[in-house]
Nanobody, 125 residues
Framework: QVQLVESGGGLVQAGGSLRLSCAAS????????MGWFRQAPGKEREFVVG????????DYADSVKGRFSISRDNAKNTVYLQMNSLKPEDTAVYYC??????????????????WGQGTQVTVSS
């Protein structure tokens, strides 16, 4: 069983920045594919960015490309999401997700087995 705990959400003005963190349990974090998803009120959960177990491969949704950056520190069992130039439409609950023992990245929520509880990001205009 893997536990994921997100932190770093909050209220920020448009154009501002936030850094989300996702701390994972387990001794084999280096074998976890990781991803960030978000869900706005009344909308379906959508893919934001994914990162491979080594961190070499990343995949960004077009809506965040050039503004968001994902990274991971396998020694600290943590994945980060740096969000810059935030827009009101980025407002959502952000979730990190993990799948153990697979290579590459994935945009599909069904390709992840473990989810955090989410952290709220609110961008005011």
């Amino acid at each position: 069983q893997v536990q994921l705990v997100e932190s770093g959400g909050g209220l920020v003005q448009a154009g501002g920045s936030l850094r989300l963190s996702c701390a994972a349990s387990g001794r084999t974090f280096g074998s976890y594919r990781m991803g960030w998803f978000r869900q706005a009120p009344g909308k379906e959960r959508e893919f934001v960015v994914g990162i491979s177990r080594s961190g070499i491969l990343t995949d960004y949704a077009d809506s965040v490309k050039g503004r968001f950056s994902i990274s991971r520190d396998n020694a600290k069992n943590t994945v980060y999401l740096q969000m810059n130039s935030l827009k009101p439409e980025d407002t959502a609950v952000y979730y990190c997700a993990a799948k153990i023992g697979v290579y590459g990245t994935s945009r599909s929520p069904t390709e992840y087995d473990y989810w955090g509880q989410g952290t709220q990001v609110t961008v005011s205009s």
